[in-house]
């Protein structure tokens, strides 16, 4: 039964916190929160006691699962690390790919599993094509095109914090097109606008429409398409062309009710909104999968380098955005 | 190539005569119809004479295509294969399962090719599926289900002149369920309501909505499910159930386009409307096939049996409305 | 907290447990199965007493869910309201109509909560189909058209024991044509046969393939078709015709991938498989339901009558397909 | 009745002739082909004369068709302008945007009705995409996502003279782009490679995988991904993002057969093989558009300008996937 100390109480903390409860194979020991409140009201919700600081629940626990906000990420990483706990951390594990490199040589040598969640890996849809190109179905990957919209802004506050589109949404892009490519992507071309709100570029000097063409050494290409905003849901769909077929993860319905009539046939629901909802059996299998990890003290199949590796994708973007070229990766990490 | 005489030069004539037309291997040799203007425009159309009677135009060619009225239809056949000619005709053959065999006894013994215009029997789709359950794709047919919805009414008058919707309308079903079956039906169970428009029943004893479910004697099910009116457009479906799976022929829409908005996603164009443009290959395929046959001299692939067959389908199903009760075929027909 | 006794602890006993254990409003307070170490499987895994007799499980309640085999779910109804519980049954409330008539006249008066397990009024597909017809949406019903096939046979004793597959698979079919229809079928056609496997109807007296037909009082038909065996999978279809348009609730798949290759083009993955899995969310909202009733002590949303109801068509089409012929169903159900 | 010389009878110049053929306000007036047997089949089967030179074609017409190789285009374009026809010619104006704009000085000041073979415009799909977003109906575009690829290699000896992937299929791409954008795109980003044949690069310097992004002033963004090779068939399709929707046009399938089995459930036909079948429709459209304009004297749908345009948009590309970087629209079309 392994025991998981539950840093940070917020919406996906609360998320996580219930498939722990729901897992066989682990408990969830003690929570932390730096707002009492929120930690209080999952303790009473799963009947477990609240830590006073963060290094107190990291004591009392086989493993930490840190969904705390995102610049203390690196921070607790390394406490855990230090006091031999596994790890499952909410991605990105910094905003700044410095504190990233700075957290990888601080645990360097540590077996421990350090799992970082990149949530799509495991949807079902996503993985089952993953699945099929590893199994030879479509014959070596030629092309891989994911469309990533959210259905609306977040808020001010949120976009203010994220360190722009490509470190913040666009990250889960890069880490899918790594994960399907099934090889590094060595050049990144970004562009964008912000064509939905221009304040955006006023205010924060970021944008809200994305497309972003990245290339591998042996030739493979990845488009990532991206929008802050889809009036018609949460569009989330990946692409893979091989020389022997196509696969196409496409959106997912709440149900599959179809209406007919004079103007429209074969109209489905809306899609379901947002990735709470969407990523439902995702969130609940990547966390499965590192309990699993943790147990037997085994890698993941997320794991600190594929942070880095994503981040450094974003920070690449970051550049050709900035200075509207291609930027080699090693550009950006050496 | 093959000399055709076109008899009667309305809506469907219409079609058929450009089908000629375009055929490399026939004419349109001669059109009549009782309506001298209606023939007068097709012959300007296509080139080529208008004859004084059916039976002129009858002479002067080596094939008839009978495209006039159903009351004038078994005539024109035993007037076209007394002369000697490979006849299609429109179907149904007449209204009366009588007169049908009498028209049988009156052909009896010519080798002349004859074609009923069962078009769906060329519907790509359905073809398809047909040569699906052939090639034993899904193995041995256990149900056959099919769907049929018009549009819209027909006028009044249409209908009183129609011989009620089962002859009419579920006619083609009744082919349709034979072709797919590959086994005749023994049993008819038919049930329907003017539910739509009640005066139907008051006026002419007809309903507007039908179920029918029919037994071959190896114990294979169909149904079949009409309705005068389907205001999202012209519902055309088969589905085959055999022991290794199923196929479905479905609707058919002008083009490929999807709409995704808040309300609906994914929704397609209203389907193709009404049969002219649903089956427009259908019948063009139709039409090629008989050519063939007349040219060789061969059997065609609806023949005036298979004419009979869809009647004593529609009569037993007549029976069956009428007494709310199964009926066997071979009460029908002997 | 509704406490809730579970008596019967097999592959359903189970799910309606874990379940209940979900309930933030319910708890699952005690459970009875005959087989013992069924009982104490189901108690260990959520901690709760076991039973030794289900009159014990009963009085140790608020609430009773009836999950045993069939022969004992009346005389257990009966029990459970004499003892003043609510109750939730699995369906049938017994093979024998008369059975269930005699089970009505013996809780007559009461005025609690009982709610039979027609889980598939509680699927979110159907239930969308039902609430558009109900809104409006599609005009007034027309036609219904269910398809319902399972993926493969039950066993050989499931079978011998189920009362035939009008009462056991049908059933289903019959109370979902009434939810939708939302006015009650007069008459009803049924007809089937042996195709899949011969031996079931020489040694049961039973069929594998039925089609059933049933009209209303104002006109409007239904269409059910059933089938033991799909092989490509658990086919659950509901279709709505109405004045002003259709609904279809579909099949749904564990996940959206779909493939294109050489030979086949937008391919997905096969259907959920089996009711457990296909029927996951219908089976937790109907519980959910039920408790919230419990608790009120307000109506449920598939009542006992319904259960009478469902089962007199299902009796209706049984002597129609014995006789072939339409039965009434006052014939059934005086 | 607009009398229309043919300049070019292989096979697209055989497809347009079977147009005019039908066409009920148009006649083909004379064909010419450098290789005669080629013209006199044509003629021989649309019962027309042979014209020894071009130009005699030229003289004997109101209007040209040009569909003879790409070299030829130009000079023909020029000396159809110069004797007073309108003009119909296929795409590309040439491959070198030089030539290109040398042709457009020379026919500077004709108001002679020209139009471009971009047939993609007038198909039925792609256009209702576009009604759809200038009706409003999906709100301000914001993204165009076009996906084109062939279902196989040409031969050896078309790709060599192609002028390269950009030139020979993006082409349509870049059209069909400008036509969703409604703004002309200013920057051009493309990358390739040669993964599917790595020698196309070292014989040909060219790619067969190629990803574009372009950037309009106001900042929409498209994305075109093509490829040489699709295994599953001539994929075809647009998606357009707007601020209120989405639309698709999406592939067309030669019937809608679906089929259902334990492996793949709802897999549908090959998609049409390959721009004959695909875009019959559209190229029907185009030419009977052409035909109109040629009577009326008015202005194409896709003119002279709009071949330029899009080949500045290839020519933009070319070097942006030579130097590998952003390409400025400009600096390619002053």
Do not use: W
């Not at 990144?188 to 006023?202: C, E, H, Q, R, W």
């Not at 050494?217 to 692409?239: F, H, P, W």
């Amino acid at each position: 039964m392994l025991k998981i100390a539950l840093l940070g109480c917020g919406r996906i903390g609360k998320m996580h916190a219930a498939t722990i409860d729901r897992a066989p194979n682990a408990t969830l020991a003690i929570v932390f929160d730096p707002i009492a409140d929120a930690a209080k009201q999952v303790a009473a919700q799963f009947k477990c006691p609240v830590a006073a600081t963060a290094e107190d629940a990291i004591d009392q626990a086989d493993a930490v699962l840190i969904a705390t906000s995102t610049p203390t990420h690196a921070d607790l990483i390394e406490k855990a690390i230090a006091a031999g706990k596994a790890v499952f951390c909410e991605k990105p594990i910094d905003l700044s790919l410095e504190r990233v490199l700075a957290c990888r040589r601080a645990i360097a040598g540590s077996k421990l599993p350090i799992q970082i969640g990149f949530n799509r890996r495991f949807d079902p849809g996503h993985r089952a094509a993953r699945d099929a190109a590893r199994a030879g179905d479509i014959g070596d990957i030629q092309q891989v095109i994911i469309t990533s919209r959210d259905p609306g802004f977040a808020s001010r506050d949120y976009i203010r914090a994220s360190g722009g589109i490509l470190r913040d949404m666009t990250i889960h892009d890069f880490d899918l097109a790594r994960y399907m490519l099934a090889e590094e992507p060595v050049e990144v071309f970004a562009t964008g606008s912000a064509i939905i709100d221009p304040t955006l570029a006023t205010e924060f000097g970021d944008v809200d429409s994305v497309m972003v063409v990245m290339k591998t050494a042996s030739g493979k290409l990845c488009s990532i398409t991206n929008s802050r905003v889809a009036t018609y849901g949460y569009d989330q769909r990946v692409e893979l062309l091989g020389a022997k077929g196509m696969v196409i993860s496409g959106n997912r319905r709440p149900h599959e009710l179809q209406r007919f009539g004079g103007e429209s046939t074969g109209g489905g629901e809306p899609y379901l909104n947002f990735f709470i909802e969407r990523y439902t059996e995702a969130f609940a299998a990547g966390l499965e999968s590192f309990i699993k990890s943790a147990i037997a003290g085994s890698a993941t199949e997320a794991d600190f380098d594929d942070g880095v590796k994503a981040l450094a994708l974003a920070e690449a973007a970051v550049v050709s955005l900035r200075e509207n070229r291609t930027v080699g990766v090693s550009e950006v990490l050496k």
